[in-house]
Each structure stands twice: as C-alpha cells, then as structure tokens.
C-alpha cells in the first residue's frame, strides 16, 4: 500500500498534467486528493504565466537593444563614408557606442534600484560600496578617522563616470574641478607628453586630490 506521500505525489503529477491537456488515467479519489490538485492548478498556471512573461519582456528588451545598436552602427557607417573617416577612427567609435550602450542599462538598473530605497539607506549603500575604495588613500582615512559623517555625506555625492579603452579623460592644461578615484580597470597617467614619466594606475588610485584643498588644472 502507497504511504500518504506517494498519493499526494500522485495528485500533484495527476494536476500538472492537466496543463497540458492530457487525460490520464490518475484521478483525485478522496476530497482532500481533489482539493489539493484544485489548489495545485492555480498555483502552476500563475507561475507559467510569469515564467512566459518574463521571457517575453527578456526577448523584447533584447530585441530593442539589438535594433538600437544597429541603427546607430548604420548611421555610424553613413557618417564614415560622408566624411571619409578613417577605419581605425570608426572602430573606436563603434566600441565606445557598444559599451555605453550595456553600460546606461547597468546604470539604470542601478538608479531604479536607489529610488526604492530611503535616502539614509541609499548613503548607507554608497558608504559601503565606496568607502573602502576611498580609505586606500591617506587623506581620506584620516577624514573617516575624524569625521565619519563628513566622509559618509561625500561618498552620497559621488557620482560614477563610465570610460572606454583609449578615451582620454583629460588634458594637461584642463581645468581640475573634481577628484577621480578608478574603481575597475586601469588608467594611463602621463606627466605632460613626457611619455618616459607615464605611470599606470589600477583599482583604488586616485587622481588629482589636490583639487579638494586648493584650485587646480590638469598637467
């Protein structure tokens, strides 16, 4: 004789197979065998739905970005051919064009996500994500040392900037108005065009901190 498990086994089986239109030959013998497969059906139809849904709005979001690329490629190659640009030009067009394009829908996310939150909570996450970052660097560790909700009200403010593979960022001679630290990647620096004096930094440098206590210009 089947145990109490094996017969509800039975009904949910018996319950999905419903779904599919199939009439077997496994049949609800008791009122609570009929409940639980009355309860069961429901219940599946509501996550099929969900799972289709989902899938749809995945392949349409796709869909739309895949579209989008390739419009602005079409009028990347339009552009190249009017104004005869040069091929290695247009590559790197066509690269930054790819990257910002996964990177806004990154950031979106990111921004829908911190508009659900309170704004303490939102400084709290910002405190979390950058400061450790931050307290790589002297000045900063001393400020977390001295004032925690001074450093905790900086790292709100941040904002992040998202940068291709051979974009220069700034130019010696630029007007220094902002303290950058590299959260991923590397970045080239170059003293001047003195190519001998480049220095390469990597996940938790900082550059130009000096803009934070005097004024300041890129060299």
Known sequence: ??????AYLVALHWALTLMQGTVWSMTPLTIWERLFAVITLPI??????????????????????????????????SIARHYSLSPDFSARITRFIEAEKSLMDLREREGRLLKELSPDLQR?????????????????????SRDPPFVRHVCSVL???DFV???????????????????????LY??????????TL???????EAVLWTLWEHC
Do not use: W
């Open 190 to 199: 170059v003293h001047g065009h003195r190519l001998e004096e480049e220095l």
């Open 44 to 77: 599946a139809l509501v996550f099929t739905a969900l799972f289709i849904g989902g899938t749809t709005i995945l392949m349409q979001q796709t869909r739309d970005f895949a579209r989008d690329l390739a419009g602005q490629k079409n009028a990347l190659r």
């Open 1 to 6: 004789e089947n145990s109490v498990g094996d």
């Open 159 to 161: 904002a992040t900037h």
């Open 202 to 208: 990597s996940r938790g440098h900082c550059v130009s």
């Open 124 to 144: 709290d996450l910002k405190m979390q994500i950058y400061g450790g970052l931050m307290s790589r660097h002297a000045f900063m560790t001393f400020l977390m």
């Open 165 to 187: 593979a051979g974009e220069i960022i700034f130019s010696p001679g630029d007007a220094c108005k902002v303290v950058r630290f590299l959260v991923e990647g590397r970045l």
